[in-house]
Protein backbone atom coordinates (compact mmCIF):
# COMPACT_ATOMS: atom_id res chain seq x y z
CA UNK A 1 0.00 0.00 0.00
CA UNK A 2 1.33 3.55 -0.95
CA UNK A 3 0.56 6.18 1.04
CA UNK A 4 1.05 10.13 0.76
CA UNK A 5 2.38 12.73 2.70
CA UNK A 6 -0.28 14.82 3.65
CA UNK A 7 -0.07 18.71 3.67
CA UNK A 8 0.09 18.85 7.36
CA UNK A 9 3.28 16.36 7.64
CA UNK A 10 5.04 18.06 5.03
CA UNK A 11 4.71 21.49 6.31
CA UNK A 12 5.78 20.13 9.87
CA UNK A 13 8.77 18.53 7.79
CA UNK A 14 9.84 21.81 6.28
CA UNK A 15 8.68 23.66 9.62
CA UNK A 16 11.48 21.51 11.50
CA UNK A 17 14.19 21.56 8.72
CA UNK A 18 13.33 25.95 8.65
CA UNK A 19 14.27 25.57 12.39
CA UNK A 20 17.39 23.50 12.45
CA UNK A 21 19.20 25.31 9.19
CA UNK A 22 18.49 28.87 11.29
CA UNK A 23 19.88 27.51 14.79
CA UNK A 24 23.33 26.02 12.87
CA UNK A 25 24.43 29.38 12.48
CA UNK A 26 24.25 29.77 16.93
CA UNK A 27 25.74 26.39 16.68
CA UNK A 28 28.75 26.80 14.51
CA UNK A 29 29.56 29.93 16.31
CA UNK A 30 30.20 28.63 19.70
CA UNK A 31 33.81 28.14 20.45
CA UNK A 32 35.22 25.32 21.09
CA UNK A 33 34.60 23.30 24.98
CA UNK A 34 38.29 22.52 24.85
CA UNK A 35 41.83 23.62 23.97
CA UNK A 36 44.97 21.97 23.83
CA UNK A 37 47.24 23.01 26.62
CA UNK A 38 44.15 25.27 28.36
CA UNK A 39 42.36 24.55 31.33
CA UNK A 40 38.34 25.42 30.98
CA UNK A 41 37.55 26.92 34.49
CA UNK A 42 33.94 28.15 35.38
CA UNK A 43 33.52 31.72 37.75
CA UNK A 44 33.77 29.88 40.88
CA UNK A 45 37.04 28.50 39.91
CA UNK A 46 38.37 31.82 38.47
CA UNK A 47 37.14 33.54 41.44
CA UNK A 48 39.84 31.70 43.64
CA UNK A 49 42.35 31.61 41.29
CA UNK A 50 42.04 35.42 41.52
CA UNK A 51 41.79 35.52 45.34
CA UNK A 52 44.89 33.16 45.17
CA UNK A 53 46.83 35.92 43.08
CA UNK A 54 46.11 34.45 39.79
CA UNK A 55 46.03 38.06 37.08
CA UNK A 56 42.91 37.61 34.54
CA UNK A 57 43.14 39.27 31.40
CA UNK A 58 40.20 40.66 30.14
CA UNK A 59 40.46 40.37 25.94
CA UNK A 60 37.67 42.50 25.21
CA UNK A 61 37.45 45.92 23.41
CA UNK A 62 38.43 49.01 25.59
CA UNK A 63 34.59 50.68 25.63
CA UNK A 64 33.41 47.01 26.45
CA UNK A 65 36.39 46.88 29.54
CA UNK A 66 35.52 50.44 30.51
CA UNK A 67 31.61 50.11 30.80
CA UNK A 68 32.11 46.86 33.15
CA UNK A 69 35.22 44.44 33.73
CA UNK A 70 35.51 41.54 36.79
CA UNK A 71 37.26 43.00 39.34
CA UNK A 72 40.77 42.96 38.96
CA UNK A 73 41.27 41.91 35.72
CA UNK A 74 43.59 43.87 33.20
CA UNK A 75 42.85 45.27 29.59
CA UNK A 76 44.29 43.81 27.66
CA UNK A 77 42.39 43.99 24.32
CA UNK A 78 42.16 41.40 20.97
CA UNK A 79 41.39 42.81 17.53
CA UNK A 80 39.82 39.84 15.98
CA UNK A 81 40.63 40.05 11.91
CA UNK A 82 40.81 36.17 11.65
CA UNK A 83 38.21 33.82 10.83
CA UNK A 84 36.13 32.77 13.78
CA UNK A 85 37.54 28.92 13.54
CA UNK A 86 39.74 26.71 15.48
CA UNK A 87 41.95 26.69 13.08
CA UNK A 88 42.13 30.78 13.18
CA UNK A 89 45.23 32.55 11.81
CA UNK A 90 46.29 34.58 14.46
CA UNK A 91 48.96 36.89 12.33
CA UNK A 92 45.59 38.61 10.83
CA UNK A 93 44.93 39.42 14.34
CA UNK A 94 46.15 42.29 16.56
CA UNK A 95 46.57 41.09 20.17
CA UNK A 96 50.16 42.30 22.53
CA UNK A 97 50.81 38.68 24.15
CA UNK A 98 54.01 40.84 25.61
CA UNK A 99 51.79 42.21 28.67
CA UNK A 100 50.92 38.46 29.45
CA UNK A 101 53.29 37.78 32.66
CA UNK A 102 57.19 37.53 31.34
CA UNK A 103 57.38 34.51 33.67
CA UNK A 104 56.04 31.72 31.44
CA UNK A 105 55.30 29.68 34.26
CA UNK A 106 53.10 32.01 35.86
CA UNK A 107 49.25 31.16 35.77
CA UNK A 108 47.23 33.71 34.33
CA UNK A 109 43.15 33.66 33.22
CA UNK A 110 42.02 34.62 29.54
CA UNK A 111 38.48 35.91 29.87
CA UNK A 112 35.95 37.48 27.36
CA UNK A 113 32.10 37.96 26.69
CA UNK A 114 30.55 34.41 26.62
CA UNK A 115 31.16 31.24 24.44
CA UNK A 116 30.09 32.51 21.47
CA UNK A 117 33.01 35.28 21.62
CA UNK A 118 35.82 34.26 20.01
CA UNK A 119 38.74 36.59 20.98
CA UNK A 120 39.23 34.71 24.33
CA UNK A 121 39.60 31.38 22.86
CA UNK A 122 42.01 32.81 20.18
CA UNK A 123 43.98 34.52 23.16
CA UNK A 124 44.23 31.40 24.96
CA UNK A 125 45.42 29.62 22.24
CA UNK A 126 47.76 31.99 21.44
CA UNK A 127 49.08 32.63 25.11
CA UNK A 128 50.28 28.62 24.86
CA UNK A 129 51.76 29.28 21.43
CA UNK A 130 53.86 31.86 22.99
CA UNK A 131 54.98 29.19 25.80
CA UNK A 132 52.25 30.15 29.00
CA UNK A 133 52.32 27.33 30.50
CA UNK A 134 49.61 27.55 32.84
CA UNK A 135 46.54 29.02 31.01
CA UNK A 136 42.65 28.74 32.36
CA UNK A 137 39.94 29.99 29.94
CA UNK A 138 36.70 31.32 31.47
CA UNK A 139 35.01 29.83 28.21
CA UNK A 140 31.79 31.15 29.72
CA UNK A 141 33.44 34.64 30.23
CA UNK A 142 31.93 38.06 32.09
CA UNK A 143 28.56 36.59 31.09
CA UNK A 144 28.84 34.03 33.61
CA UNK A 145 30.52 36.22 36.02
CA UNK A 146 27.81 38.45 36.24
CA UNK A 147 24.93 35.88 36.50
CA UNK A 148 27.06 34.45 39.35
CA UNK A 149 26.64 38.04 41.36
CA UNK A 150 30.77 38.07 41.18
CA UNK A 151 32.18 41.73 41.78
CA UNK A 152 32.57 43.78 38.78
CA UNK A 153 33.57 47.36 38.43
Do not use: F
Given at each position: MKTSASPRNLFLAAFASLAFLSAAPVLANETPSTVKG?????????????????????????NEFADMHIKGTISVPYKNNSANTPEFDGSQD?????????????????????PIGWRHYKASVLAV????????????????????????E
Open positions: VEIIDSAKAKSLMDSGVKMYDVRVAVWDVSKLPADKSQPLIIQGNSKAGHKKVYWLRNGIAEWKAKGLPT
